[in-house]
C-alpha cells in the first residue's frame, strides 16, 4: 500500500478515536500504521498476555494469500466477496487473485469509517478485472448482496471470504444464520474461506485476553471453539486438510509448524 493517504474527509468525520476498533488493532498487530492510540493500548494489553496473537494476526492474511491463490490459479475461481475486509495490508485479495488471473472481480464489504477512508487503495484493479468497496454490517446480507452484484454474477461461483470477521457477531443476532444466508445466495461451486478466533487454544490466555479487550472495545468480541465453529461449515464439502489452525493449511514445502494459532480455519465448497 502507498503512503498517499487521504486525509480526514465526511466518512470519518464522526470517528471516535478514544475507543479501539477491532480492525484498527488488527492493523496494528500486522504493523500497520492506521490506528490510535487506544486501539495500540488495547492491542499491547492483549499481547502481554497472550504474545502468540501476533502470530495469529500475521498468520491469518498468510493464509488469505494462500487460499485466495489457490482458487483463482487451481480452481478457476474469478470472483471474490471479501467481508470484513479491515485495512489494506500486503497481499489484499485482489492483488493476490489478479496476479493469478487478472481477469478477477472482487467486492470488498466494511462498516469501518477508517477502512472506508482507505478504500481507494483497495480499488485498484488489472485491466481486465474490477474492484468495488461496499460500506456496509456483515448482518445486512441484503445491502450487500444487492450492491454486490453491480461487480458480480452471482449465478457463477464466488469465493466468499470470512476471515477474522465473523467473531464480530454475537451469538444473539445468530452468526450461523448468517453464514447460511450468505451461501444460499451463490451459485453451486462457490466456495467459504473461513478463519475465526479460538477459544479452546492457549484457553485461560484467551479468555483472559478477550475479556480485557472487550472491556474497551463498543463492540466486543466472541472467541469460539473448534466445534462451535465448525457449525458455519454445515452443508458444505470441507477441503483438505479440514478444520485447521492457520499455519496448517496447506503450509509451502519445508515450513513447520510448531507454534499454536488461536484460531480456526478452512476452505470449504458448496456443493
Same mark, same amino acid.
Given at each position: #500500500?502507498?503512503?498517499?493517504?487521504?486525509?480526514?474527509?465526511?466518512?470519518?468525520?464522526?470517528?471516535?478515536?478514544?475507543?479501539?476498533?477491532?480492525?484498527?488493532?488488527?492493523?496494528?498487530?500486522?504493523?500497520?500504521?492506521?490506528?490510535? +492510540?487506544?486501539?495500540?493500548?488495547?492491542?499491547?494489553?492483549?499481547? %502481554?498476555? #497472550?504474545?502468540?496473537?501476533?502470530?495469529?494476526?500475521?498468520?491469518?492474511?498468510?493464509?488469505? @494469500?494462500? +487460499?485466495?491463490?489457490?482458487?483463482?490459479?487451481?480452481?478457476?475461481?474469478?470472483?471474490?466477496?471479501?467481508?470484513?475486509?479491515?485495512?489494506?495490508?500486503?497481499?489484499?485479495?485482489?492483488?493476490?487473485?489478479?496476479? @493469478?488471473?487478472?481477469?478477477?472481480?472482487?467486492?470488498?464489504?466494511?462498516?469501518?469509517?477508517?477502512?472506508?477512508?482507505? @478504500?481507494?487503495?483497495?480499488?485498484?484493479?488489472?485491466?481486465?478485472?474490477?474492484?468495488?468497496?461496499?460500506?456496509?454490517?456483515?448482518?445486512?446480507?441484503?445491502?450487500?448482496?444487492?450492491?454486490?452484484?453491480?461487480?458480480?454474477?452471482?449465478?457463477?461461483?464466488?469465493?466468499?471470504?470470512?476471515?477474522?470477521?465473523?467473531?464480530?457477531?454475537?451469538?444473539?443476532?445468530?452468526?450461523?444464520?448468517?453464514?447460511?444466508?450468505? #451461501?444460499?445466495?451463490?451459485?453451486?461451486?462457490?466456495?467459504?474461506?473461513?478463519?475465526?478466533?479460538?477459544?479452546?487454544?492457549?484457553?485461560?490466555?484467551?479468555?483472559?485476553?478477550? @475479556?480485557?479487550?472487550?472491556? %474497551?472495545?463498543?463492540?466486543?468480541? %466472541?472467541?469460539?471453539?473448534?466445534?462451535?465453529?465448525?457449525?458455519?461449515?454445515?452443508?458444505?464439502?470441507?477441503?483438505?486438510?479440514?478444520?485447521?489452525?492457520?499455519?496448517?493449511?496447506?503450509?509451502?514445502?519445508?515450513?513447520?509448524?510448531?507454534?499454536?494459532?488461536?484460531?480456526?480455519?478452512?476452505?470449504?465448497?458448496?456443493?
Amino acid at each position: #500500500m502507498t503512503d498517499d493517504r487521504p486525509g480526514p474527509g465526511p466518512e470519518i468525520a464522526h470517528l471516535d478515536t478514544g475507543v479501539p476498533h477491532i480492525a484498527r488493532v488488527y492493523d496494528y498487530c500486522l504493523g500497520g500504521k492506521d490506528n490510535f +492510540a487506544a486501539d495500540r493500548q488495547a492491542a499491547g494489553e492483549f499481547v %502481554k498476555i #497472550m504474545p502468540n496473537i501476533l502470530l495469529t494476526v500475521r498468520a491469518s492474511r498468510a493464509f488469505l @494469500a494462500r +487460499a485466495v491463490w489457490f482458487l483463482a490459479a487451481e480452481c478457476g475461481i474469478r470472483q471474490f466477496l471479501d467481508i470484513g475486509t479491515g485495512l489494506p495490508t500486503a497481499n489484499n485479495t485482489h492483488e493476490v487473485a489478479q496476479r @493469478a488471473a487478472p481477469d478477477s472481480r472482487i467486492v470488498y464489504v466494511d462498516n469501518d469509517p477508517l477502512v472506508l477512508s482507505h @478504500a481507494k487503495a483497495l480499488l485498484t484493479s488489472s485491466s481486465e478485472g474490477r474492484t468495488d468497496y461496499i460500506d456496509a454490517d456483515l448482518r445486512d446480507i441484503g445491502t450487500i448482496l444487492d450492491a454486490a452484484r453491480d461487480t458480480l454474477d452471482l449465478s457463477r461461483p464466488v469465493a466468499v471470504m470470512l476471515i477474522g470477521v465473523l467473531h464480530c457477531i454475537p451469538d444473539g443476532d445468530d452468526p450461523y444464520e448468517v453464514v447460511r444466508r450468505l #451461501m444460499a445466495a451463490v451459485a453451486p461451486g462457490s466456495y467459504l474461506v473461513f478463519g475465526h478466533p479460538a477459544s479452546d487454544v492457549e484457553v485461560e490466555a484467551s479468555a483472559q485476553a478477550t @475479556a480485557g479487550l472487550n472491556a %474497551k472495545l463498543a463492540a466486543p468480541v %466472541k472467541f469460539r471453539s473448534r466445534e462451535q465453529v465448525t457449525g458455519f461449515l454445515d452443508g458444505l464439502q470441507v477441503l483438505e486438510p479440514g478444520l485447521v489452525q492457520y499455519p496448517q493449511w496447506r503450509p509451502g514445502p519445508g515450513v513447520e509448524n510448531t507454534v499454536p494459532t488461536a484460531a480456526w480455519c478452512a476452505v470449504a465448497r458448496k456443493g
